[in-house]
């Protein structure tokens, strides 16, 4: 009795994972088609992603010569630097064919249940939660960045402080693109007016 009772739990558990799996994955394309995931790839980003293993092999080399040259350059020459020069290699080759990879499976998605090929007026503007979403995908990024790059100062920025600098330096970006956005808008609708 004590054994059907634990196969009706693993099987209730197993069941809440699929749903969480499956929720997960729905939310995942859903903010991966407000972020134009769905507009067909330009073909230099097809061409990476069908040939990851060469594109992450370039991609390494070229991360880990500079670092290879920085640390001959500015130390003296030992087979340390030379492993560290590897290691960097490797974790970069890791991350670019990961990276690649997932893309790959991101564009066959997209193959089976069709691109978004219908054109989109660009001089509507985004809704709210499209802005929101926009503003906090690129303030984490910036948020880290900035923290970062204030450990270069002797009395580096707090976490509060840089999220709060990384927040203005993302809302000045989105103005700026509303701008930008405003202006092109202005211009297509003058050079259609022209042209009638």
Known sequence: MSGGSETDGSSEAGGRSRRLLAALRRAFWAVDRSFDGADPPPRPLVFAARNAAGCATVAALLVAAPVGLALSVFTDPAWGHLLQTVLTGTCAWLLFW??????????????????????????????????????????????????????????????PDSAVLAALFAVCMRFADHLRERRRTRARKAADREAR
Not at 133 to 147: D, E, F, H, K, R
């Open 98 to 159: 990961a990276f690649l990879r997932f893309e790959r499976r991101r564009q066959a998605h997209y193959e089976r249940t069709g691109y978004d090929l219908a054109p989109r007026d660009s001089g509507t503007p985004a809704g709210p939660r499209a802005v929101l979403t926009g503003l906090l995908v690129s303030w984490i990024p910036m948020t880290v960045c900035v923290w970062l790059i204030g450990r270069l100062d002797d009395a580096p920025p707090s976490w």
